[in-house]
């Protein structure tokens, strides 16, 4: 048994293999990382024409609020009720 064959057969033993694409990362030692997207670079650009429909947002945003609504609307994404929000003036 080759040492990738112990690994694959370890992390098989570990995650199943339903999981394998998740534990494949760990087998490779390949880092995954992310962060906040850098809204405040494009927000005055682009927020007037989401506003005005000349941007289609497409479906970051499912749910559409006032702003006297905004407390339930942080409320339905802690929730998981809600992925994103438009808050309407």
Same mark, same amino acid.
């Not at 080759?2 to 033993?13: E, F, I, L, R, Y």
């Not at 570990?14 to 995954?32: I, M, Q």
């Not at 506003?51 to 609307?73: C, H």
């Given at each position: +048994?080759? /040492?990738?064959?112990?690994? &694959? %057969?370890?992390?098989?033993?570990?995650?199943?293999?339903? *999981?394998? /694409?998740?534990? %494949?990362?760990?087998? &490779?030692? @390949?880092?995954? /990382? =992310?962060?906040? #997207?850098?809204?405040?670079?494009?927000?005055?650009?682009?927020?007037?024409?989401?506003?005005?429909?000349?941007? *289609?947002? =497409? &479906?970051?945003?499912?749910?559409?609020?006032?702003?006297?609504? @905004?407390?339930? %609307?942080? %409320?339905? +994404?802690?929730?998981?009720? #809600?992925?994103?929000? +438009?808050? &309407?003036?």
């Amino acid at each position: +048994m080759t /040492t990738s064959d112990a690994a &694959k %057969a370890h992390h098989d033993q570990l995650f199943g293999e339903r *999981n394998s /694409t998740l534990a %494949a990362f760990f087998v &490779k030692s @390949t880092t995954l /990382t =992310g962060g906040p #997207a850098p809204v405040r670079a494009y927000i005055e650009q682009l927020l007037p024409a989401v506003l005005d429909g000349s941007v *289609n947002p =497409g &479906k970051v945003f499912d749910r559409t609020v006032s702003i006297e609504d @905004t407390p339930q %609307a942080y %409320a339905a +994404m802690d929730a998981r009720r #809600a992925l994103k929000v +438009m808050i &309407k003036p």
